[in-house]
């Protein structure tokens, strides 16, 4: 089934959803964001080996669930060539219009607002998500459905932000949690368990479920520990 590029996520009834709260923020702030994704120490080094990770040729389709603004979309498109296609599935539209001014001359890229969780294609060769793991209330079973979606022999990476663990660098976790405080959505910020914590636990789960459904190929960490990269193919 070809995508549909097309697609929205349906309009939420209630304007003080979690979901509608985090378009509208991401929205606000994505020139922010924009510059974060390009110039935050380590991203000049965990984006291309993400792309190089799930081991893409020319004529594949690869999608990247959550997009943001597309810092990750030209390194996967130069991997594809000119016959493969990018498709960028992100929830948010004014992070998406940023996305659009940077792939302008990229023909075969393509942008869809829609749910990560529910995207509406099929059969891609590859999924990249980046810094994403963490927006999921069940980051398993979504990583799990995304395996389902590339099929045996398909390629996952997964690059996501967590408290380091490397004893060197441990005492920048308080700088990395009140980081994660200021940048994560209101509603977010003030609840009783730490957004830090509810992070952590979500990037082991979507990690996990990458590991048990796929041969891993390719694990690393960046930025003193902060990042952590896995890929893998489905079996």
């Given at each position: 089934?070809?995508?549909?590029?097309?697609?929205?996520?349906?309009?939420?009834?209630?304007?003080?959803?979690?979901?509608?709260?985090?378009?509208?923020?991401?929205?606000?702030?994505?020139?922010?964001?924009?510059?974060?994704?390009?110039?935050?120490?380590?991203?000049?080094?965990?984006?291309?080996?993400?792309?190089?990770?799930?081991?893409?040729?020319?004529?594949?389709?690869?999608?990247?669930?959550?997009?943001?603004?597309?810092?990750?979309?030209?390194?996967?498109?130069?991997?594809?060539?000119?016959?493969?296609?990018?498709?960028?599935?992100?929830?948010?539209?004014?992070?998406?219009?940023?996305?659009?001014?940077?792939?302008?001359?990229?023909?075969?890229?393509?942008?869809?607002?829609?749910?990560?969780?529910?995207?509406?294609?099929?059969?891609?060769?590859?999924?990249?998500?980046?810094?994403?793991?963490?927006?999921?209330?069940d980051p398993e079973a979504v990583v799990s459905?995304?395996?389902?979606?590339?099929?045996?022999?398909?390629?996952?990476?997964?690059?996501?932000?967590?408290?380091?663990?490397?004893?060197?660098?441990?005492?920048?976790?308080?700088?990395?949690?009140?980081?994660?405080?200021?940048?994560?959505?209101?509603?977010?910020?003030?609840?009783?368990?730490?957004?830090?914590?509810?992070?952590?636990?979500?990037?082991?789960?979507?990690?996990?479920?990458?590991?048990?459904?796929?041969?891993?190929?390719?694990?690393?960490?960046?930025?003193?520990?902060?990042?952590?990269?896995?890929?893998?193919?489905?079996?």
């Amino acid at each position: 089934m070809a995508p549909d590029f097309s697609a929205e996520p349906s309009p939420d009834s209630d304007a003080r959803s979690p979901a509608t709260i985090a378009q509208s923020f991401y929205t606000r702030w994505a020139r922010l964001y924009d510059t974060l994704a390009r110039r935050a120490p380590g991203v000049g080094t965990v984006r291309p080996e993400a792309a190089d990770a799930l081991d893409l040729s020319p004529g594949e389709t690869v999608v990247e669930m959550g997009c943001g603004t597309g810092a990750n979309l030209p390194y996967l498109a130069e991997r594809v060539g000119t016959d493969g296609t990018v498709v960028g599935v992100d929830f948010s539209p004014g992070v998406l219009d940023v996305a659009r001014e940077r792939v302008r001359d990229y023909p075969n890229v393509h942008l869809v607002r829609a749910d990560a969780t529910k995207p509406p294609l099929a059969d891609p060769d590859a999924i990249l998500a980046t810094f994403v793991s963490g927006m999921f209330d069940d980051p398993e079973a979504v990583v799990s459905s995304w395996a389902d979606l590339v099929g045996p022999g398909g390629r996952l990476c997964l690059v996501d932000l967590a408290e380091t663990t490397d004893s060197t660098w441990r005492a920048l976790n308080p700088l990395f949690r009140a980081l994660v405080r200021v940048t994560a959505p209101p509603g977010t910020r003030t609840m009783r368990k730490s957004p830090t914590a509810m992070l952590d636990g979500r990037l082991v789960s979507a990690h996990r479920a990458l590991e048990a459904r796929c041969r891993v190929t390719h694990r690393a960490t960046h930025v003193f520990g902060f990042a952590r990269v896995r890929a893998g193919v489905v079996e």
